[in-house]
């Protein structure tokens, strides 16, 4: 049997989230912002660069795994203020590399309490309303996420930081501070198990009748994060090479992250609506409209470029949005922390592939368009699990889904 301890105060519980979300955010894209005076500093070759790149997307990896675990085991809550102090605590770690081998390790430390973050900030949204609105809350929560990254790509086209130090010590004392108020303020999630748990879990995540749905989830994860990540860390140096000034790619970051904001809330109730499989399937094919459309934006055209920006971010996220909304709703409740973190994991390994797939298709001398088109048919993939996903879920009676 399992019960849940989170009483009243779920609008609160979702505001908690969502300011968590966009320090998340910021922190995720520190490193882009970072990135142009990293190089000269440390004398970094598009490899290295790569490699610093996922290195935080390396760490989400374990981080998702043990906040997951955390979540279940000792509650949402807690799960989540341990991620924000180690994030936080390794991001200012992060300011003080002095060599190539330190700020990598810092970057991934740094992962790991991001990643951990994000099972807990799913599962707190999930629970903090009714089942019927769990798709928009989550993805309401998410929305955070990208205006997070719009607040790093403002700093930078802004000047705001005085070098690339100073990026990475605001994005360690934002989570540090949020941690009081998150332990005053949220009621405990608090998910108590008795009876055969861990038998229950390993039937409700890989036993037969659940092997399918699992697969299908780690499969739209992956491929999504694939496309997220790409997209994420290589937007600016693809609007460079298509002919933008660097200014112009900071802009272009932005409305990118403002619209995938609003596409991540549309994702949501796209979710909750009565055909959300066609819903799914509208918005996957939205996004590879938004990706050929960026491929063919003329070059020096910045209003064309700001309103493709806009449309692929409002895309993108708006599935990503439905993924994470999706996620929490496959598993019941004593095994939702474990079974969003296993997801987030596998998936991590999409957004570690992305950059890389994208540095060495550049590498190899392939244009920025030609790797735009390359996007497509992964696109396609994961928009097609996503939809049997759905479909396959809605098969399961609700309430073993509650």
Same mark, same amino acid.
């Given at each position: 049997m399992t019960t849940a301890t989170h009483a009243r105060g779920g609008t609160r519980a979702l505001t908690l989230v969502f300011l968590a979300a966009i320090i998340e955010g910021f922190d995720l894209q520190a490193a882009g912002v970072a990135a142009p005076k990293l190089v000269p500093a440390f004398r970094l070759v598009p490899d290295q660069m790569g490699l610093f790149f996922s290195a935080?997307?390396?760490?989400?990896?374990?981080?998702?795994?043990?906040?997951?675990?955390?979540?279940?085991?000792? #509650?949402?809550?807690? #799960?989540?203020?341990l991620s924000l102090a180690v994030f936080g605590l390794f991001s200012i770690g992060t300011a003080f590399a002095g060599t190539f081998e330190h700020l990598v390790l810092m970057r991934f430390l740094t992962g790991v309490g991001l990643g951990g973050a994000l099972p807990n900030l799913i599962a707190i949204a999930a629970e903090s309303v009714s089942p019927e609105r769990r798709g928009r809350a989550v993805a309401f929560m998410y929305a955070g996420v990208p205006l997070g990254g719009a607040l790093a790509s403002l700093v930078a086209m802004m000047g705001l930081h005085d070098d690339w130090r100073s990026i990475f010590v605001v994005g360690g004392i934002l989570p540090l501070l949020l941690i009081a108020p998150l332990l005053t303020w949220m009621a405990p999630f608090r998910v108590t198990q008795t009876g055969k748990g861990s038998a229950r879990r390993r039937d409700v995540l890989l036993g037969s009748g659940a092997l399918a749905q699992t697969l299908l989830l780690w499969t739209a994860f992956f491929f999504g994060l694939v496309v997220v990540y790409l997209l994420l860390n290589w937007l600016p140096q693809i609007l460079v090479s298509l002919g933008f000034t660097r200014d112009t790619a900071s802009l272009v970051q932005i409305v990118f992250n403002i619209g995938g904001s609003l596409g991540a809330i549309l994702g949501g109730r796209f979710l909750d609506s009565r055909r959300p499989a066609l819903s799914a399937a509208l918005c996957f094919g939205g996004l590879m409209l938004a990706i050929a459309l960026l491929a063919m934006v003329p070059a020096g055209n910045v209003?064309?470029?700001?309103?493709?920006?806009?449309?692929?971010g409002a895309t993108l996220i708006g599935v990503q949005a439905l993924l994470y #909304?999706?996620?929490?709703?496959c598993y019941p409740l004593e095994v939702r922390g474990?079974?969003?973190?296993?997801?987030?994991?596998?998936?991590?390994f999409g957004s570690i592939a992305g950059p890389l797939f994208a540095g060495w298709l550049l590498a190899s001398g392939m244009g920025p368009q030609q790797l735009l088109y390359a996007l497509l048919p992964i696109a396609a993939l994961c928009g097609a699990t996503t939809v049997a996903l759905i479909l396959s879920r809605n098969k399961v009676p609700s309430a073993i889904r509650a």
């Open positions: 935080a997307t390396f760490g989400l990896v374990f981080g998702a795994l043990g906040g997951g675990v955390i979540a279940d085991r000792w #509650g949402r809550r807690t #799960g989540l203020a209003a064309a470029a700001l309103l493709t920006g806009a449309f692929v #909304g999706i996620a929490p709703q474990v079974g969003v973190g296993l997801a987030v994991s596998v998936g991590r």
